[in-house]
């Protein structure tokens, strides 16, 4: 079946500009995870989305950090104002259920000049 | 909160021979170990993952092995062969506040298979 879905794959921005990346999690899921992936890094923990509840933003780095999740369906990761360390591939995956594997997305890849 | 040091950084294996990549982790109340393999450019996959109640699990060559007492684990590749080159995460994970796998990631090994 399909995957997790991003987009756009890629995006140049102008610092101090704002920015929306989007994500399709796998259909039924109902957990979603966005992370921040800098050039040879891990992956850190930005925000978690569980079906209707609150969701868990303990990871986001600032306030310029914000994102939604309508129901169990598309999330979007909103960054304002760029800076030119927000530079990253920006990951969302999906689970079935909060404790269930996480399943990954392509990938935003985000350049801020 | 969890932190996850991984080792080695970069590791080269003559295709044949196996593979083994070291994780630890500080926070106790961890119970999830996943592992992905991330090709470049492209998304990480889960390739195998433990629970705190085993202490190994094999899938053919791949293996991953725990010891909570000491706070680590291990996946191990036998009979490595090229297409294993690629970037391999550790994670553990903790209970967030809203009861999700809250995955905290190592900083990768680099993996190349020598042909």
């Known amino acids: 079946g399909a995957g997790v879905s991003q987009s756009p794959s890629n995006k140049v921005t102008e610092k101090g500009k704002d920015v929306e990346l989007r994500c399709d999690p796998i259909?039924?899921?109902?957990?979603l995870y966005w992370y921040r992936q800098r050039l040879g890094q891990g992956l850190e923990f930005l925000i978690y989305?569980?079906?209707?509840?609150?969701?868990?933003k303990s990871g986001l780095p600032s306030d310029r950090f914000s994102a939604e999740r309508t129901g169990e369906s598309v999330s979007t990761l909103t960054i304002q104002r760029t800076q030119q360390e927000d530079s990253a591939v920006y990951l969302c995956?999906?689970?079935?259920?909060?404790?269930?594997?996480?399943?990954f997305g392509p990938g935003t890849r985000l350049l801020v000049l | 909160g969890e932190n996850v040091e991984q080792h080695p950084s970069t590791l080269s294996v003559q295709e044949g021979d196996s593979a083994v990549i070291k994780c630890t982790y500080s926070?106790?109340?961890?119970?999830?170990f996943p592992w992905y393999k991330q090709e470049l450019g492209k998304r990480p996959q889960l390739i195998i993952d433990?629970?705190?109640?085993?202490g190994e699990k094999k899938d053919q060559r791949i293996a991953v092995t725990l010891n909570k007492t000491a706070k680590h684990f291990s996946l191990h590749i036998t009979e490595t062969q090229p297409e294993d080159s690629a970037v391999y995460f550790c994670?553990?994970?903790?209970?967030?506040?809203?009861?999700?796998?809250?995955?905290?990631f190592g900083t990768g090994t680099r993996l190349t298979i020598i042909p």
């Open positions: 995956a999906s689970s079935r259920q909060a404790r269930e594997t996480q399943y």
């Open positions: 259909s039924g899921h109902t957990a």
């Open positions: 989305f569980q079906g209707n509840s609150a969701p868990d």
């Open positions: 433990i629970r705190s109640n085993v």
């Open positions: 994670a553990a994970s903790i209970k967030g506040v809203r009861g999700n796998e809250k995955l905290t």
């Open positions: 926070d106790s109340a961890s119970n999830y």
